[in-house]
């Protein structure tokens, strides 16, 4: 299984950006779809975006325009590029990554906070 650790959050003010990274290790990076899900505090857990192993990317449709996925294979890492945030987007982002017949994978989140 690929193990995936996220960073770039933080406190942030409402209008202002933020890009998040997830690092992954321990397995052939590219041949992993790749997500981003949130979690705000008393709701489900939501996607965010994804991109899978061709570069196709897919957008919550309440964030497109706003964010961005993009992956960089020779890095082994995904990113998150967050503009003109707002409140609502407070929540722990986390970081996924799947493979048919290899199962899923989380990162342990990070805490982005859009206040101000």
């Known amino acids: 299984q690929v193990q995936l650790v996220e960073s770039g959050g933080g406190l942030v003010q409402p209008g202002g950006s933020l890009r998040l990274s997830c690092a992954a290790s321990?397995?052939?990076?590219?041949?992993?779809?790749m997500g981003w899900y949130r979690q705000a505090p008393g709701k489900q857990r939501e996607m965010v975006a994804t991109?899978?192993?061709?570069?196709?990317?897919d957008y919550a449709d309440s964030l497109k325009g706003r964010f961005t996925i993009s992956r960089d294979n020779a890095k082994n890492t995904v990113y998150l590029q967050m503009n003109s945030l707002k409140p609502e987007d407070t929540a722990v982002y986390y970081c996924n990554g799947d493979r048919r017949g290899y199962g899923s994978s989380w990162g342990q989140g990070t805490q982005v906070t859009v206040s101000s």
């Open positions: 991109i899978t192993s061709g570069h196709i990317t």
């Open positions: 321990g397995t052939i990076f590219r041949l992993y779809a």
